[in-house]
């Protein structure tokens, strides 16, 4: 499977920005899908996840402020983040498990700067 994340951008303190994960098959047959990020020197970390077909799990550093949803006939998982603050800069990379393997995302910026 290949997963697509894109709608990274620059943007205020304050601001908002919503990601989205396209994956190249059904994300039914894709589990824990969800959204990681890594900011310079520092590991990757999780930010939200479904943890089944609804249910959600979220950082909390992102609880709050994020929302993560999908569209199971688009293929399309989205992170909306609202409040951003600079220490929300990052990679933002999408992440589904199939039979127990991990697939990453290439990663989008997310720069939060005045």
């Known amino acids: 499977v290949q997963l697509q994340a894109s709608g990274g951008g620059l943007v205020q303190p304050g601001g908002s920005l919503r990601l989205s994960c396209s994956a190249s098959r059904s994300i039914f047959s894709i589990n824990a899908m969800g959204w990681y990020r890594q900011a310079p020197g520092k590991q990757r970390e999780l930010v939200a996840t479904f943890t089944g077909s609804r249910n959600t799990y979220y950082s909390d550093s992102a609880k709050g402020r994020f929302t993560i949803s999908r569209d199971n006939a688009k293929n399309m998982v989205y992170l909306q983040m609202n409040s951003l603050k600079p220490e929300d800069t990052a990679v933002y990379y999408c992440?589904?498990?199939?039979?127990?393997?991990?697939?990453w995302g290439q990663g989008t910026q997310v720069t939060v700067s005045s």
């Open positions: 992440k589904g498990v199939i039979s127990g393997a991990a697939y």
